[in-house]
């Protein structure tokens, strides 16, 4: 028999320096999260709260229908912005309420 390798033979060398370029990059590939000061200390807290968000929904709706009314009796180009718009909006803002006070989220 030889005397025995000092170094490792030429195929496990070649191995080696094809596999260490990949763990080199799933290393630096890996991220941590740490929150900011910010999100540690403040928790969310909505400005309408989820036991109000029913009858400010509720009212908005019930004014969004008044106003469309109003606005389908009398058509103008200065009620499409006196009482058109404002009606739209509380009817989307009453309809996403109460989608939120039913357990809708959007």
């Given at each position: 028999m030889?005397?025995?390798?000092d170094h490792p033979?030429?195929?496990a060398l070649r191995i080696e320096a094809l596999i260490r370029p990949?763990?080199?990059r799933r290393r630096a590939a890996t991220v941590t999260y740490e929150p900011s000061?910010?999100?540690t200390r403040s928790p969310f807290?909505?400005?309408i709260g989820k036991g109000s968000q029913f009858l400010v929904g509720f009212v908005l709706l019930l004014l969004?229908?008044?106003?469309t009314g109003v606005f389908a009796l009398n058509r103008s180009?200065?009620?499409v912005f006196a009482v058109g718009v404002p009606a739209s909006l509380a009817l989307a803002y009453g309809v996403v309420y109460m989608f939120c006070a039913v357990g809708v989220y959007v």
């Open positions: 030889g005397a025995p390798l033979p030429a195929t990949i763990t080199r000061i910010k999100e807290l909505p400005t969004g229908i008044s106003a180009l200065v009620n």
